[in-house]
């Protein structure tokens, strides 16, 4: 809740400029908000951390990088990353390392929850194994804590005419009463009223059927959301199978997340090796 990533696309709601988060894992600026990483806050403890791949790895926390970032998209093969990483532990004493790996993600989304071939999680399994045996080959089998965190769960967005996408400026005039929105990607949307035409968009986007509409200060404690400065004031969540636009039909994802996208950036790989808690 506290990390304040709360899309994929970042955003700035005085500006109105939006960034894939992409484009941003060398920019600071759009990282950087007082909250600190686990991994500088590792290195404020004195230990020596590194991130591979991993988002917001790129870049630097008030003033402080974390001692070793590789940004880059990736492009190696898992089993050398993961060679690279022991090499990092077992050579040169590195203590916490992040490690990004973003399937199933990506080929879920291409292809959805209802396919019936999974190559991709026999792959992601394979990977895993590989990564035991690194680990036991380099001795580190006592010594090293893995935490694997992941991502959303996926449901299949139907279209019509099994269901009426969702167009929201049939409900209200986005550009009249908003000043921002982030609308357009899937079942989860965020927006903010114009000054004093809150209550006007709240009431105008209740009506609206197949979605729910929340006020930040009522959004549901398991999204882990409210706290976070950078959400708008108003969140909008479709029903599942249900897909969110704005002025017009657009189909952007095949699927979309059932926690929606707001823990896209924290799956992958971290290890922790010799960490006090
Ligand atoms: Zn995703």
Redesign the pocket.
Known sequence: EDHEVVH?IMFNTTTNEKVFYKKTLTRSEWWDNGVLPLWITAQNQGLKTASFHFPGGGVSYNGQAVNRAIPEPEGTPRHQNIDKVMSWFSDEGFNLVTLYYGEP?NV??KKGPDQTERRIIKQIDRTIGYLRKAIKRHNLTDKLNVIITS??GMTTVKKRPQVEEIILNKYLNLLMLTSFEILDYGGFGILTPKPGKEQEVFDNLSKVPNMTVYKKNEIPENFHLAKSKRLPPITIVADLGFNLNSVSLCNFTKTF?FKF?LY?CLHGIIFLDHFDY
Do not use: K, R, T
Request: no cysteine.
């Open positions: 994929n993600d879920g989304h991502d959303h997340s996208h896209h």
